[in-house]
């Protein structure tokens, strides 16, 4: 009787627990569990050395837990499709099993290496294990009884309401691996490896030996900090453990009421980390809080702002990540508001503005310590990415792709479906609509640090200035700032938030206009003619109308930027750049290619 060989091809789901392509596994007579490091990604420049560095330790962390059961990880690094074909061709396998991903890049990929393995008699097995109830049910489920796109629902109720029952049991680790091929397999795959690419695929590792690579060894350099987040299986765990022993705190959690301004002692969980590299699988951590929940007797909060309720966001951003085409677009994003963001191809300030922005040297101190935070640690709160994003957008009217481009590279929790769908809230193209209510970034930070030690810790430049001026340094008197190191307000609050909310009310009057046009009111999704109802909202929004440059009796700037002082919007400017009939095209193409 012949033996069987299973694939594990780990992706996202970076675990033993709970991990359903490993577990179907099992049963085979050798497993071989594989990563691919797939060029795509490495040669991504949008990825930051800090997320390379978090993941490379989430496959340190699998390969030495896998180690403890007498198995190992092998990392490849490679095209997948190529790759998955030599493997296919030089060893005995008789089934793959991998985790389902609902990213467009992944899809594309997977349905090439499925075909390619079922061509072959292979046994293809991709079980949803990344979030808690499979899309696609969902979806059917939305669509039932409904006529038109089959798009998600655009309102968190609406998406609440779809959860009629909860997610299946999170599998246990297992305790046994089979064991994998023996060397002579390895050596064969090594030379087929590098006579099919010509030196372009090798295994993991200096000594080529499917080992876990270093940050140097894919081209990255190395940290010039440590980051305060540790990747790996063992250390997400770990930390869900030690937040969820704090019951009092775990029932009583509101995300909107936690603090950005805290730079040692976290307010919130700092899991998402672990769940977007699938260190920690969300069944898990939903399984656990219900356990806290349950042992309750004073009751505990509920969605959205609960913990519970941040992960029903996750499946909410998900699942619209899956069925919106050209999610991460405006231009064929049919769920998008269409206008004319400033871009660097468009703006020759705009340019400047991105890069300050980005590099925390914008003037105003509570923005540039949170985009400073954002580069250093790779991680911020949720209502610091809020403050950051808004005024990207809706205050410089800096395109949102250029924002989301900037946390995919430092976050290390980037994952695409929900970092897109936060910007295309925040930049008020999707989901939320207010777009009027703006955060002010020197009212905002008071609520939760008056004294300003979080921007001090920052930026030691101003961590000497009275707690009166330093969320606006450039109103204390010209003796306290006389040595200084830190940057004039690159424009004028009050000037330009009035002039981009010109521009959004200019490209909301012709979203409108486009519905009537069409007879059909449903750009927004078929369940999005409501405006967000103010406890729905992922977040908690600053209405201060204060102009940010008050006077401190001495001369304005007269720098570029308030020489280039921005003007009121004009009609034509909001023209949205691709028609209602020419988005419903678009999503008509991509409803066929599914």
Not at 84 to 94: A, H
Not at 98 to 118: C, G, I, L, N, Q
Not at 356 to 370: E, L, N, S
Not at 550 to 567: C, H, L
Request: aromatic share 10%; charged share 30%; net charge positive.
């Amino acid at each position: 009787m012949s033996k069987s060989l299973a694939i594990v091809w780990f992706r996202k789901g970076l675990r033993l627990h709970d991990n359903p392509a490993l577990t179907g596994a099992l049963k085979s007579q050798h497993v071989m569990p594989i990563f691919i490091l797939d060029p795509h990604f490495v040669k991504n420049e949008e990825i930051g050395p800090r997320r390379w560095k978090f993941l490379l330790e989430c496959l340190e962390s699998l390969d030495k837990s896998l180690r403890k059961l007498q198995s190992r990880l092998f990392v490849i690094r490679g095209n997948p499709s190529n790759v998955m074909e030599q493997i296919l061709n030089t060893w005995p396998v008789t089934s793959l099993h991998f985790e389902r991903d609902t990213e467009p890049y992944a899809k594309s990929r997977d349905k090439a290496v499925v075909d390619m393995a079922e061509k072959r008699g292979i046994k293809v097995h991709t079980p949803v294990g990344h979030t808690l109830y499979d899309p696609d049910e969902l979806l059917h489920r939305y669509h039932q009884g409904r006529d038109g796109p089959k798009l998600a629902p655009t309102k968190y109720q609406s998406f609440l309401k779809l959860l009629t029952k909860n997610p299946s049991e999170a599998l246990e680790s297992p305790t046994k691996v089979p064991p994998p091929l023996d060397e002579s397999h390895l050596e064969k795959l090594v030379k087929i490896l590098q006579k099919a690419s010509k030196g372009d695929f090798h295994p993991g590792g200096k000594n080529e030996d499917y080992a876990v690579p270093g940050l140097t060894e894919i081209g990255r350099e190395e940290l010039d900090s440590p980051t305060p987040h540790k990747g790996g299986e063992s250390e997400g765990l770990q930390r869900m453990h030690a937040f969820l022993r704090q019951k009092k705190r775990v029932c009583e959690f509101k995300k909107p009421q936690t603090s950005p301004t805290e730079s040692k002692h976290y307010d919130t969980t700092v899991l998402s980390p672990y769940l977007k590299n699938g260190a920690l699988s969300p069944k898990l951590f939903y399984w656990k809080l219900k356990e806290v929940y349950k042992a309750s007797s004073n009751g505990y909060t509920q969605p959205p702002e609960s913990l519970l309720g941040q992960l029903y966001w996750r499946e909410f951003y998900y699942l619209n990540g899956y069925a919106t085409p050209y999610y991460d677009k405006m231009e064929g994003n049919p769920i998008c508001l269409q206008t004319n963001w400033r871009t660097p191809e468009s703006d020759s300030m705009c340019a400047e503005h991105l890069r300050r922005w980005k590099m925390g040297q914008t003037g105003y101190p509570f923005i540039d310590a949170v985009m400073i935070q954002l580069r250093t640690e790779g991680w911020i709160h949720h209502l610091a990415r809020h403050v950051v994003a808004c005024f990207l957008t809706r205050v410089l009217y800096i395109h949102w792709e250029l924002g989301e481009k900037v946390f995919s590279e430092f976050l290390l929790d980037a994952d695409w479906s929900l970092n897109v769908g936060n910007w295309l809230w925040l930049s008020a193209s999707a989901f939320f609509n207010q777009y009027f209510r703006v955060y002010s970034p020197m009212s905002f930070p008071k609520k939760t640090d008056k004294n300003g030690d979080y921007v001090r810790h920052y930026i030691p430049a101003l961590a000497k200035l009275p707690a009166k001026y330093i969320y606006e340094p450039w109103t204390a008197p010209e003796s306290m700032r006389k040595g200084i190191d830190y940057p004039e307000p690159m424009i004028d609050f009050k000037e330009w938030k009035e002039y981009t909310m010109g521009k959004m009310k200019e490209a909301y009057r012709r979203k409108r206009e486009d519905e009537v046009l069409d007879g059909d009111g449903n750009l927004f999704g078929p369940d999005d003619e409501e405006l967000p109802d103010s406890n729905v909202e992922p977040m908690e929004v600053d209405d201060s109308s204060s102009n940010g440059n008050k006077s401190s009796g001495r001369k304005r700037s007269n720098s570029a930027e308030t020489k280039n002082a921005p003007k009121k919007a004009k009609s034509s400017d909001s023209k949205p750049l691709v028609s209602r009939k020419g988005r419903q095209r678009a999503l008509e193409d991509f409803q066929k290619m599914q």
